[in-house]
């Protein structure tokens, strides 16, 4: 049982079973079974304490006492909906205890019912306004939900109690980074790291803040004292990876995402990122693996709108069946215009070996009609199947003239 939980259990043993109707033998009973469940609580023995609460409760089902600390046990062995349940109904016998809607708090956080989190922090920061756990993880819920301005009034509520509280300065100067104030950001980074100089992640919120700026060169020196500092930051890696994009240099930048890469495997805005960087450095083949791979983990916007941008151009392409199944995905469900990924397309599509040898035949003897035997050498059918051809015709008129004289020359066949 860790102090804060062994300090709040006890705290609520002290009195008797308050608002308790039962008979006076009951409440005596009661009262022993509780002052062994606190005994066993507070020696960090929770089994043997959740049974006592349990046979204070068959003997008086209104003892709100015994509720909350049932709680608190649920929350210490991991079952936040026993948690829910016990100190909820508690706080419906009585409202007025600041600790037991912060403990409810952080056992709805643990099941993802964050406005109902934002409502029992509140509840608690409004019975008791100097509560600064409770100020700091209402803060800290507001954040999450993107009411900056609230989440940035808590952490000053927390900062005029507590003025040298380092990870408040922080947690206050990413929420001013992200309403695009970073000069006062860079204020508060600044502050954190002059009252907690190893807090490192304060040095990467700096240096984004200082780019923001155009302070790039300041930027630089932050990132990499950062990541001198600790190097598996996976965020600085990229932000420092950023800021050598930003000024062209493309393998530096390339080799700060794959450092992040090396940390966080499936993170696909980092996969996006080292794609660009290679397509900047016309590395085209690897940005197309790193395209593929980020797909495969999942085709979010970004992702997909990188991969046009990859296509758009480009007059040589790996030539996979992967790489053709994303094309054909672009084409099919609209990743971007028609017009950009039809090169592609078609590059992929004389590729393939039957329709390439037909392009060819259509092309030597152009303007002169073919049979569609003299076109195919194996069932023209096999050709007329392909699916990415198919979706092409559907999807854009085709610009390839020799693609077209192919279709042409099918089209005229007798």
Known sequence: MNRKARRAAGKHGKAKAAGSHAEPQTVSNAARLFAMALQCHQAGQLFEAEGYYRQVLALDRAHARTLYNLGIVGLQTGRPELAIESIGRAIAMEDGN????????????????????????????????????????????????????????????????????????????????????????????????????????????????????????????????????????????????????????????????????????????????????????????????????????????????????????????????????LVLRALSEHWGRPADIAPAATFLIKQDPMIGEAVRRANESWPRPLSIAELFAADFRIAAGNRLLIELLQAAPVADIALERLLTTVRRAP
């Open 98 to 325: 600041p600790e037991w809607h912060y403990h409810l708090a952080l056992a709805l956080q643990a099941v993802g019912r964050p406005d109902e989190v934002i409502a029992h922090y509140q509840r608690a920061v409004a019975l008791k306004p100097d509560y600064v756990e409770a100020l700091t993880n209402l803060g800290n819920a507001l954040k999450q939900r993107g009411r900056l301005a609230e989440a940035a009034s808590c952490y000053e509520r927390v900062l005029a109690l507590k003025p040298d509280y380092a990870d408040i300065h922080y947690n206050l100067g990413n929420v001013l980074a992200q309403q695009q104030l970073p000069e006062e950001a860079i204020d508060r980074f600044q502050r954190a790291l002059a009252l907690k100089p190893e807090l490192v992640e304060a040095l990467n919120g700096l240096g984004v803040s200082l780019m923001a700026l155009g302070r790039d060169a300041e930027a630089a020196v932050a990132l990499e004292a950062a990541l001198a500092r600790q190097p598996n930051i996976a965020e600085a890696c990229m932000n420092l990876g950023n800021l050598h994009m930003r000024h062209a240099r493309f393998e530096q930048a390339a080799a700060q995402y794959q450092r992040a890469l090396a940390l966080t495997p499936d993170s696909i805005a980092t996969l996006n990122n080292l794609a660009q960087a290679f397509l900047a450095g016309r590395k085209v083949g690897p940005a197309f693996e790193v395209l593929q791979r980020a797909l495969s983990i999942g085709a979010n916007a970004e992702s997909k709108t990188v991969f046009v941008q990859a296509l758009k151009g480009l007059t040589a392409l790996p030539q996979t069946a992967e790489l053709a199944g």
